[in-house]
C-alpha cells in the first residue's frame, strides 16, 4: 500500500491525463469587447485580430490551457462564450479529489430547487454576504483609476477583524500604489517564473524524470495550471498583476501560535469580501510570492518582508472595467455528516 502512494506521488505529474471543459460560443452575440480574452488567467482563451472573436486553445500537452474558472463566462456581457464541464486530473499525483461531483452547477444555497431558478430570482432570498460571495469573481480587468486611500483602510480594517488562533492577529500588510514599482516587481518575478516555467515546458524526455521528481520534493508546486498562467504572463510583457492600482501584499507573522498562515488567509478574505461590497475588484496573486523566492533578499527587504514576517501572498485591488461580478459554476464537493 505504501509503495503505491510513493509511486502514486510520481505518476503522471508531468502533464496529467486531464479532462478539459469544452467551449461554446455564439458569433452573432459577441460585442468583440475582448474581455473574456482579458479575463483568462492562462493563454486559453485566445483573440482572432482578423474575425475580433476569441476562440480557446492548448498549451503544449494541455489539450485546453483551461482551470474551468469560468471568468471568461462571467465576464461576458452578452452570454456569447459559455464553459462547460470541467477540469479534472484523472490520473497520478494531481488526480482531482474523485468524490467531487463531476457536474458543474451555479449556486444552490436552497438545494435542489435553485436548480430551476435563475441567480438573479435566487438572490433575492440571499442575504448582503452571500449575495458578495457567490457574485465575486476573480478580477483581471482594471479601470485606470486611483483607489481612494480611505477605502483601502477600509478593507484593511475588515480585515483585522477576522478570528485567528489565540487572538494572535499575526498579520501585516504591505499596500503598493505606485504603478511604476508594482510593474517593476512584476517583472522581476517573471523574469524567475519563465526559468521554472522552462524547465516544465518543452519535449525533451529528461524533462517526464525531472517534473515528477521535483514535484515529489516541492509538494503541490509543479503543476500545469501555473504554467500556463506564467505563459499568459509572458504574452503580456511580464505584467503579473494585471495593471491594478493597488496591490497589497500580505504578510504572517511567523511567531503566530497554531497556524498563522490560516489566521492570514481568513484576514484576506474578510479584505476580499469588504472590497467588492464597496464596489471594488480584487485578485489574489500567488505568481509574486512564488518569484519572491528564488530572487536576492534585498528585494523582499526592501518590500518590508523580514523576520519575523513572511509573505503569504498579494492581492490586487481596483475598479473592475465592466460589471464582472457574476456567479459562476462550480462543483459539488465532498460533505460527509456523521450523526
Ligand atoms: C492563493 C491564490 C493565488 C492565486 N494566484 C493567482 C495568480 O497568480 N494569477 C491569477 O491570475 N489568478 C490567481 N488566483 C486566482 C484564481 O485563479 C481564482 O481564484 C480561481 O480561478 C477561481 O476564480 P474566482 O476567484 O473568480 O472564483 C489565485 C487565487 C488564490 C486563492
Redesign the pocket.
Known sequence: MKNSIFLEKLRYAHYPPTKYPRFEFDEDKCKHCKACFLAC?TTCIQWNEKKKIPYPTGLEKMELAC?S?N?CE?VCPTGAIRARGEYRVLKGRYRTTDDRSKEMYFPTPFGKKDLERSFTEIEKELTEVERVIYR???I?IFQDKPVPRELVERIIEAAQWAPSAGNCQPWKFVVIVDKKKIEELDRKCAKVLYGIAGLYQGSSWWRSILVPLVSYLMVNKMDQRPIA?IEKVKRSDGI?CFGAPVVIHVLMDVRGIGDPILDTALACQNLVLAAHSLGLGT?????IKNGLKYLPKRVSKELGITYPYAIV?SICIGYAKGKLDNP?ARNKCPVEWIS
Open positions: 488567467p482551470l474558472c471568468n462571467a465575486r469573481r476573480s483581471r498562467a503579473i485578485l489574489y496573486i500567488g505568481l501572498t459562476v
